[in-house]
Nanobody, 118 residues
Framework: QVQLVESGGGSVQVGGSLRLSCEVS????????MYWHRQAPGKQREMVAR???????SYADSVKGRFTVSRDNAKMTLYLEMNNLAPEDTAIYYC????????????WGQGTQVTVSS
């Protein structure tokens, strides 16, 4: 059974930093494109960062230069380093695995809250 468990969220002040982690159980991590998404109150969920199976990375324009996504296939863990946080980064952050082995499959974590206050 595949599970994604996020951790590392919390409350920080403007300009602060947080590092989110997403631990994946189940034999899918190395063959999955991995994403971080976020959803702020009253807004649609948006993609924040993507890292493919071969390490290709893309970011939402709003986080470029401040956030860094990485993955450790040996630890089956996805990371999101977030620096220079702003109030508009306040959201629930979700980990998402996209896997195509045997057909397209999507797995989501339960989310972790990030709150940035001024």
């Amino acid at each position: 059974q595949v599970q994604l468990v996020e951790s590392g969220g919390g409350s920080v002040q403007v300009g602060g930093s947080l590092r989110l982690s997403c631990e994946v159980s189940g034999p899918i991590f190395s063959t999955s494109n991995m994403y971080w998404h976020r959803q702020a109150p009253g807004k649609q969920r948006e993609m924040v960062a993507r890292i493919g199976t071969l390490g290709r990375i893309s970011y939402a324009d709003s986080v470029k230069g401040r956030f860094t996504v990485s993955r450790d296939n040996a630890k089956m863990t996805l990371y999101l380093e977030m620096n220079n946080l702003a109030p508009e980064d306040t959201a629930i952050y979700y980990c998402h695995a996209e896997n195509f082995i045997g057909g397209p499959q999507h797995y989501w974590g339960q989310g972790t809250q990030v709150t940035v206050s001024s």
